[in-house]
């Protein structure tokens, strides 16, 4: 099945977390390693001070799938989040993107964009869009 899982990770809210323990159940279930991924926007403000405080996070999330047994590392990027996620996939050869989905719909969509809709459709692998649970 999948041998290698990409986590396309956002925030460092309970929607990451979720998004995190489904791809993590689901790299146990298949026998996959992980790759969790963030991307810091050009255009986020404050994407300095973000860096340090996500990335203590994600190392929790990673040091929480080590000791269930699951080989992950993370890893933080910059740019525009849509093309590293799938570029970073390309390289690392995933099997597997797996990534929220804010539930954006209409204009607000349009203006703020779809990173999960960039990503279904550039991709070079399966996706797995996990719906924010806040809206279903």
């Not at 689901?26 to 300095?48: F, I, M, P, Q, Y």
């Not at 590392?73 to 050869?93: D, F, H, K, N, S």
């Not at 954006?104 to 990503?119: D, T, W």
Request: with cysteine.
């Amino acid at each position: 099945m999948f041998r290698k899982i990409l986590v396309a990770l956002n925030r460092c809210d309970h929607i990451s977390e979720y998004i995190f323990q489904e791809a993590l159940e689901l790299a146990k279930a298949t026998k996959a390693s992980l790759k969790l991924l963030h991307v810091l926007s050009v255009d986020e403000r404050g994407w300095e001070e973000l860096e340090k405080s996500r990335l203590d996070v994600f190392k929790s999330f990673t040091e929480q799938a080590i000791a269930v047994g699951v080989a992950t590392e993370y890893y933080q990027g910059l740019g525009r989040p849509g093309y590293i996620i799938c570029e970073t996939a390309r390289v690392w050869e995933a099997g597997l993107i797996v990534i929220g989905r804010r539930g954006l719909s209409g204009m607000s969509e349009l203006i703020l964009g779809s990173v999960s809709n960039y990503v279904t459709h550039y991709a070079p692998c399966s996706v797995l869009i996990i719906q924010n649970p806040d809206i279903t």
